[in-house]
């Protein structure tokens, strides 16, 4: 089954094809970052704008460059939620568009089960029942996962996530749009100067909360002299607490489950320093570990793709209507294999 992914959640336009027998067959991300670097951060009419001038050019280079035509897709993947309610319209209403017209199903795809998915685009992927880690700028949750829709739970943010406390904390420091970066850049020239805590790791549970965190960093540098060596300092010990809070819970969450796989997805994924400590821990542990590629912890097509093509494999297809959740829990999603199938509308059967 080949599948056309489109993902427009926020401030990056994805479009990817995905063969099931051969895998990614093309991929296509615009980002919007230098539109909205100006205002310091995502202006969701903009990015909705962005997303109509770019999707459909995007879609048609993405069939060419894989060497197909429209005829052979046999399914479209749109992300359908969480994010800006605008900048998913224009997903969902492109998507719903074409797979009328090309007489195809359409499958509406929760964000983050794309990004939980995302490991299953590498040569060797995990296998399940596994341990999710989902750390984006906004969600930050712990998953047991058994199967493709088959999800529990295990503990989220109270407040803010880990991405957000990022960005909050860069722009804090006096750092550009996209500030979580340029955190992570600037920790790279800070020294073990300043001790800040891990939060909620001093109870039990496998909840988290970096608010109090980000209030932290905020009182030390009011306290501090304003020198650039002390701002990366700052940004090495607030990067660290969270690298380290972020592993004392996977661990938990290993140790509670008696699973020893450990998947970790979303754009924060990406930082070495998160990642060199999960590593570390996941060693401890004897337990494997999983990312995906750089370029699939953010935004993007493919793994959209993919996981449409998996609940399309499985006979789940959606009823004619443009779906859009701005908020949706990926405790609400059901099974691949148990979701109904609905009868897909074609043109020919409304006349």
Request: some cysteine.
């Amino acid at each position: 089954m080949i599948v056309l992914g489109i993902e427009t959640s926020c401030d990056e336009t994805g479009v990817a094809l995905y063969d099931s027998e051969r895998g990614l067959l093309s991929d296509l991300l615009h980002s919007q970052i230098d539109l909205h670097r100006d205002y310091g951060g995502v202006v969701p009419e903009l990015a909705s704008r962005d997303h109509i001038r770019k999707l459909a050019p995007m879609i048609r280079q993405a069939i060419r460059d894989s060497g197909l035509t429209q005829n052979d897709i046999d399914g479209i993947a749109y992300t359908a939620g969480p994010g800006l309610i605008g900048a998913l319209l224009v997903g969902a209403a492109t998507a719903r568009g074409l797979a009328w017209a090309w007489r195809i199903p359409a499958v509406a795809v929760h964000h983050m089960e794309g990004h939980l998915l995302a490991p299953m685009l590498e040569p060797e992927p995990p296998k399940f029942p596994f341990v999710a880690l989902l750390i984006s700028g906004g969600h930050t949750q712990l998953v047991e996962v058994e199967d493709i829709g088959r999800y529990r739970i295990l503990g989220e943010s109270l407040d803010d996530a880990a991405g957000e406390a990022f960005d909050k904390t860069a722009k804090m420091l006096g750092l550009s749009y996209p500030g979580g970066p340029k955190l992570s850049a600037l920790a790279e020239c800070g020294h073990a100067h300043f001790n800040f805590p891990r939060p909620m790791t001093d109870r039990p549970g496998l909840d988290f909360s970096f608010s109090g965190l980000k209030t932290f960093a905020l009182n030390t540098l009011q306290a501090s002299e304003r020198s650039e060596q002390n701002k990366a300092d700052i940004a090495l010990a607030f990067q660290q607490a969270v690298a380290d809070t972020l592993t004392i819970k996977c661990r938990r969450a290993l140790q509670q489950t008696g699973l020893k796989t450990l998947v970790v997805a979303g754009g924060v994924s990406a930082n070495t320093q998160i990642r060199s400590s999960l590593r570390a821990m996941a060693a401890g542990e004897k337990a494997a570990i999983y990312f995906p590629r750089p370029e699939f912890c953010t935004d993007n097509g493919a793994m959209i793709a993919y996981a449409g093509c998996q609940r399309l494999l499985a006979g789940q297809q959606e009823p004619l209507a443009i779906m859009a959740k701005p908020r949706w829990p990926i405790s609400e999603l059901t099974a691949a294999g148990s979701h109904t199938a609905h009868s897909q509308i074609t043109p020919a059967a409304s006349e």
